[in-house]
Every structure is written in structure tokens, then in C-alpha cells.
């Protein structure tokens, strides 16, 4: 009875804790807009060039409105998105594929650090060149962006096994891709959620840079758009949109981690 009680008692700390975050949370969020409205309103700050909430905001009405940044929204979020889930499954594959051959990883091993050391963003115009002015280089520069990181990541969270639990399973004869399914991956879920979290941003950052170079619709154009026009409350707008939507990709990467902790 008393397990339970203390149980009981720490569930609800747990609870209460979370709401206190999420207050301070909102109230540093809060303070933020209004800070930067007072700011601007005060001329603390340019309003020409860092704008003022009430601005922005009416700018995205006047866009939802009309249509326009939907289309610009749903271009880039399905970039994203796309090169979110091909450069974490490239670089998990990549990973499995290193930890099942010693061999291979031991002659790959200073390439994945060189790769990983160049700027990828560098990249882009080779990507453009090679592929095409389209969708196909945007969303491969939101992919190659975060391939190799996770790669080296995860291989490392793969090597890093109990290397006993690995024997036990080789007493019982346990094959390769067996040990790989039964211990090496759940094993290293906490690693790949954590990827996946990194992942979240360095698919925008791709994405976005992309879009600097070639697109014509899309966040990324926008930005540059507002840029040359001196519209800087269309490159504020697209800046908080970003924030939103990988705001609330990387919340979805938390439920998914919450779940497998769950079944787990």
C-alpha cells in the first residue's frame, strides 16, 4: 500500500512539475511578443527592419486570406518532412550496415569524420548542378544535411551495446540479424530518438538553404524575396512559420519517443 501511495505521489509531482514548465514556458513566450511590441512601438528598436508582432501577424491573416502562403507552406513542409524521414532511414541503414561488417566501418571510418567535417551547405550549388534546379536537389540538401551525422551517431549508440547481453544471445546461437533485432536496435532507440530530434532542425536548415538557391515558392524563397524588397515583415512571418512547424515536428518526435518508452 505504501508503493503505491509513494507511487501515486510521484506521478502527480511528475504532473505538477510539467504544468509549472509550461507555464514559465508561456510566460517566457509571453514576455517575448511583448517586449518586441513595446520595442518596436517605443522605437527601442528599428520597426523598419525588426518589425513588430501586430504587424506580422497581420500580414499572415492577409495571407491566409488570400491563400498565398499556403501554398509556400505546404511546398517547403513537404521538402522537409520528405528529407526528414530519407536522412534518418539513409543514416540508420548506413549505421546497420557499418556494425554488421567490422571490416567495412574500420576502412569507412576517417571518410564518415572528413564528410562529416565538410559544410554540406557548400554543397547546394554542386547538388543543383548535378540534379537540376527542382524539387529533387531541395529535398536531397534536406536529406544530405543530417545523413552523416547520423550515421556516425547511431553506429557509435550500435557499437556501444552490452557487449555481454551480445554473448548470452551467441550462447543461445543466435544469428547476426537476430542479435541485431533483439538487442542492438531496441537497445539503441534512445540514441535514434535523439537523432531524430537533431534531425528536425538540420532538415530545415537543408531545406530552407535549398530554397535560397533555386526555388521560386517555398519559406526559403520568401526569405530571400523580403530580403531583396526590403520586406522584412514577410521574412519575420516565415521566420515564426519555420518555428512553428518544427516546433511541432520535433513535439511529434517526442510523442514517438514517449511510445516506444511506453512499450518498452
Do not use: C
Not at 514576455?31 to 501577424?57: C, H, M, N, Q, Y
Not at 564518415?112 to 547546394?124: D, E, F, H, R, Y
Amino acid at each position: 500500500m505504501n508503493n503505491q501511495k509513494l507511487h501515486k505521489q510521484f506521478l502527480q509531482s511528475l504532473r505538477k512539475e510539467k504544468r509549472w514548465i509550461r507555464f514559465y514556458q508561456l510566460v517566457i513566450l509571453i514576455a517575448f511578443f511583448g517586449l518586441w511590441e513595446i520595442a518596436s512601438r517605443l522605437t527601442w528598436i528599428d520597426p523598419l527592419i525588426f518589425s513588430s508582432p501586430t504587424k506580422v501577424t497581420t500580414l499572415l491573416i492577409d495571407n491566409i486570406a488570400d491563400g498565398s502562403i499556403l501554398v509556400h507552406i505546404s511546398y517547403t513542409l513537404f521538402e522537409t518532412v520528405l528529407g526528414f524521414i530519407i536522412g534518418t532511414l539513409l543514416g540508420t541503414i548506413l549505421a546497420a550496415i557499418l556494425w554488421w561488417s567490422p571490416f567495412l566501418s574500420k576502412v569507412l571510418d576517417p571518410y564518415l569524420v572528413i564528410l562529416n567535417s565538410m559544410p554540406k551547405v557548400a554543397l547546394g550549388p554542386i547538388l543543383i548542378v548535378a540534379m537540376g534546379p527542382g524539387m529533387g536537389s531541395i529535398i536531397t540538401m534536406g536529406a544530405i544535411i543530417s545523413v552523416i551525422i547520423s550515421t556516425i551517431v547511431i553506429y557509435t549508440a550500435f557499437k556501444n551495446v552490452d557487449a555481454n547481453y551480445l554473448k548470452v544471445l551467441q550462447t543461445f546461437n543466435a544469428t547476426r540479424s537476430q542479435m541485431f533485432k533483439e538487442a542492438i536496435l531496441p537497445s539503441s532507440f534512445p540514441t535514434i530518438i535523439s537523432t531524430l530530434k537533431v534531425n528536425v532542425g538540420l532538415s530545415w536548415v537543408g531545406v530552407i538553404v535549398g530554397e535560397f538557391l533555386v526555388s521560386s515558392k517555398g519559406l526559403g524563397y520568401l526569405i530571400i524575396y523580403g530580403f531583396q524588397v526590403f520586406n522584412f515583415n514577410l521574412v519575420l512571418m516565415s521566420l515564426l512559420i519555420i518555428a512553428v512547424f518544427a516546433t511541432i515536428m520535433y513535439q511529434l518526435v517526442e510523442m514517438l519517443e514517449r511510445k516506444l518508452i511506453k512499450n518498452e
